[in-house]
């Protein structure tokens, strides 16, 4: 009889499923939650629209209050950002203002862990398979901490800045994540060859840390030859750590080598807040407005944000439904080799959730 009910779990998925899906709720967690949504530039718009309409289409408890044109400067604006926990962006820039405004953005919520999704996708083509890993980069201070200053005419300097408490906190994140997540390594990726004293603050941080997680491996590699191995052999990697300029460039590294930055989950993580996005952060304003964007980046970024207020089950169909009309129905976007419209498929992702 055990063997026989051994060999059913084994084969018989669905009712694997069943087990591992079921979810028991706090009593009033089905009541409508607020999130914040902010379309921004370029695309944002209409991949934000992308989520809502498959959101209301699967009947999510989320109630979306819509910030259109923010500004940052503008003080009631402002003060909403920190009305609901969760926000969810479409893609936010400086326009013609310094990049530090668009700092403070972050900084204001101290939304300190910035973390990227790429993993291989099978359906996309790409050069390297089976590639898994998540980038965790420290999003408040660095070399975007904005202090800037000319000291003589022709002469200016641009000031790195890197605290222990800073350090350790982005360093605790990662750890936690990894353990929490059944991740195996952690690497931290630094210049401390060079910037002895900042980056070598940032890794001492990282090493008390590693201590109290002796079952997560801990290794540490220099930026120029982290980029050389993600393009080489990127399976190598798990959890990546990193200094803000560092992750900026490696976001997009591994964005790239995976499916591009429409396939780019990701997030920004707080105490209070938490706000849910694209990987990277670009724009792209060539193509905004032509109906061809790839919303699969946002909208397994809204699966994150569902299960973060407990809403698993809509964040699994979600997740199965993207991945079903790319690699069953073949259905995808101009940007990973396909030809569908982002109307065409936003509505294939609708057709099939609950499947």
Known sequence: MKNCVRQAFRSNSTLRGAWSQNYLQRPGEGQLKNVTVLPGDGIGPEITRSVMQVFDALHVPVKFDVLDNFNFDNDEQRNLLKKNECILLGVMTEKNQKYTDNYRFYKYLDLYANITFAFSVEGIKQRHNNTDIVVIRENTEGEYSGVEHEVYPGVVESIKVTTKQASLRIAEYAFEFAHLSGRKKVTAVHKANIMKLVDGLF???????????????????????????????????????????YGSIV???????????????????????????????????????????????????????LRHLGLPNFADQICSAVQETIQERKLKTKDIGGKASTEQFTKEVIKCLGK
């Open 203 to 245: 890794l001492s941080a990282h090493r008390e840390v590693a201590q109290k997680y002796p079952f997560i491996k801990y290794e540490e590699m220099i930026i120029d030859n982290c980029c050389m191995q993600l393009v080489k052999n990127p399976t190598q990697f798990d959890v990546m750590v990193m200094p803000n300029l």
């Open 251 to 305: 976001q997009n590294v591994v964005a790239g080598i995976t499916g591009g930055v429409g396939m780019a989950a990701g997030a920004s993580i707080g105490k209070d807040h938490a706000l849910f996005s694209q990987g990277c952060r670009h724009t792209g304003r060539d193509i905004a407005g032509k109906n061809i964007v790839n919303p699969s980046a946002l909208l397994v970024s809204s699966s994150l944000l």
